[in-house]
């Protein structure tokens, strides 16, 4: 294993914010990962868990315990089953399964980050998530002592959202593994609304695996979602807020809301969540941007993307704080403007909103 001291942890974000880890520890096998866990545990070391650091916002002082950069390496194909080591580069995962023909998850392309991280938020875009997919997570349990390997049905996945979300300090992820579709070179039943029209399909269609794969990213680089370090847009965590879900009182409180604002005509966007009718998804970017915060808001060093009001980011010369005051005050503006109160979808390190 390699071990820093002082160790920049900037670097490793995709927002290129936050200060040094006391210690940083890079492992490359699932080995040195859990012997590092174990170590932590055992001297009563706090500990941070790095994979493509594209879910995290980690405060200016830094972090004073160990930092274990998980740098794994695996991709194992048995027919249509997938295995992928925790470290492994996300979206050079999706690209080789649409590479080898097979279906399931090519709508995640473009996504920043680990293959470790996808089961703990329940990652999802263009109308699939992982939770489709998964069969097993092999991760190392902290509290029992040994690894574990976990049913999809014991992950609890939910709208980004699982087990390992729920006990954060409980599971590290070692692997991840899937089940795959060969549907010969097409993609799995396109979902998503806007990726049907850009594609020229009805929803429940099937396309060519690579087709699917590049409209989405386009639509994501459109958007700056796609990590270019020439571009700022891409400073960024991805969507900042998950995407509202409301009970029918509050939606119902929340339409009232809109309609004062913007007038009777006006309907936010909303889907059913859940099977019972009585829970409904909203947009967070869109009620950003109706609450007055459009794209490239802000003066100072951080600011809301160009492309995409869903995405804070970094100008550049932005501290963590920079971050944190703007997404503060998006946040007091969508509750005073619509009584939403919207929740942030990275990790925070010794911070809070």
Same mark, same amino acid.
């Given at each position: 294993?390699?071990?820093?001291?002082?160790?920049?942890?900037?670097?490793?974000?995709?927002?290129?914010?936050?200060?040094?880890?006391?210690?940083?520890?890079?492992?490359?096998?699932?080995?040195?990962?859990?012997?590092?866990?174990?170590?932590?545990? @055992?001297?009563?070391?706090?500990?941070?868990?790095?994979?493509?650091?594209?879910?995290?916002?980690?405060?200016?002082?830094?972090?004073?315990?160990?930092?274990?950069?998980?740098?794994?390496?695996?991709?194992?194909?048995?027919?249509?089953?997938?295995?992928?080591?925790?470290?492994?580069?996300?979206?050079?995962?999706?690209?080789?399964?649409?590479?080898?023909?097979?279906?399931?998850?090519?709508?995640?392309?473009?996504?920043?980050?680990?293959?470790?991280?996808?089961?703990?938020?329940?990652?999802?875009?263009?109308?699939? @998530?992982?939770?489709?997919?998964?069969?097993?997570?092999?991760?190392?349990?902290?509290?029992?002592?040994?690894?574990?390997?976990?049913?999809?049905?014991?992950?609890?996945?939910?709208?980004?959202?699982?087990?390992?979300?729920?006990?954060?300090?409980?599971?590290?992820?070692?692997?991840?593994?899937?089940?795959?579709?060969?549907?010969?070179? /097409?993609?799995?039943?396109?979902?998503?609304?806007?990726?049907?029209?850009?594609?020229?399909?009805?929803?429940?269609?099937?396309?060519?695996?690579?087709?699917?794969?590049?409209?989405?990213?386009?639509?994501?680089?459109?958007?700056?979602?796609?990590?270019?370090?020439?571009?700022?847009?891409?400073?960024?965590?991805?969507?900042?807020?998950?995407?509202?879900? /409301?009970?029918?009182?509050?939606?119902?409180?929340?339409?009232?809301?809109?309609?004062?604002?913007?007038?009777?005509?006006?309907?936010?966007?909303?889907?059913?969540?859940?099977?019972?009718?009585?829970?409904?998804?909203?947009?967070?970017?869109?009620?950003?941007?109706?609450?007055?915060?459009?794209?490239?808001?802000?003066?100072?060093?951080?600011?809301?993307?160009?492309?995409?009001?869903?995405?804070?980011?970094?100008?550049?010369?932005?501290?963590?704080?920079?971050?944190?005051?703007?997404?503060?005050?998006?946040?007091?503006?969508?509750?005073?403007?619509?009584?939403?109160?919207?929740?942030?979808?990275?990790?925070?390190?010794?911070?809070?909103?």
């Amino acid at each position: 294993m390699q071990e820093l001291h002082d160790a920049p942890l900037a670097p490793l974000t995709t927002f290129r914010l936050g200060g040094p880890a006391r210690r940083l520890v890079t492992a490359t096998t699932d080995d040195e990962v859990v012997a590092a866990v174990r170590e932590a545990d @055992e001297t009563g070391t706090p500990l941070l868990i790095i994979g493509g650091g594209s879910n995290l916002v980690i405060g200016d002082k830094g972090f004073d315990g160990t930092a274990l950069r998980i740098a794994t390496e695996g991709f194992a194909l048995d027919g249509t089953r997938l295995e992928l080591a925790a470290g492994e580069v996300w979206t050079d995962a999706v690209a080789r399964s649409v590479e080898a023909g097979l279906a399931g998850i090519e709508c995640l392309a473009g996504i920043p980050g680990s293959a470790g991280a996808t089961p703990i938020q329940n990652v999802g875009a263009y109308g699939q @998530e992982v939770s489709a997919t998964i069969t097993e997570v092999v991760a190392y349990d902290r509290r029992a002592g040994e690894t574990v390997t976990l049913t999809n049905a014991e992950c609890a996945f939910s709208y980004r959202h699982s087990r390992f979300k729920e006990h954060p300090d409980r599971y590290v992820v070692l692997r991840v593994r899937f089940a795959l579709e060969d549907a010969g070179g /097409l993609s799995a039943p396109v979902k998503y609304p806007e990726t049907a029209r850009v594609l020229g399909v009805e929803a429940g269609d099937r396309v060519a695996l690579t087709t699917a794969r590049e409209t989405v990213l386009k639509l994501r680089a459109g958007k700056g979602m796609v990590l270019d370090p020439a571009d700022h847009d891409t400073w960024s965590a991805g969507s900042f807020f998950t995407n509202p879900i /409301l009970a029918r009182e509050q939606y119902e409180d929340f339409l009232g809301r809109v309609h004062d604002r913007l007038g009777p005509e006006v309907a936010p966007p909303a889907f059913p969540a859940g099977e019972d009718g009585e829970r409904i998804k909203t947009s967070a970017a869109w009620l950003i941007d109706k609450a007055g915060f459009t794209k490239g808001y802000g003066s100072g060093p951080a600011r809301i993307s160009t492309k995409h009001t869903l995405a804070l980011t970094n100008r550049g010369e932005a501290t963590t704080e920079d971050l944190l005051a703007l997404a503060r005050e998006v946040v007091a503006g969508v509750r005073d403007a619509f009584g939403v109160t919207l929740v942030n979808e990275p990790v925070t390190v010794g911070v809070e909103l």
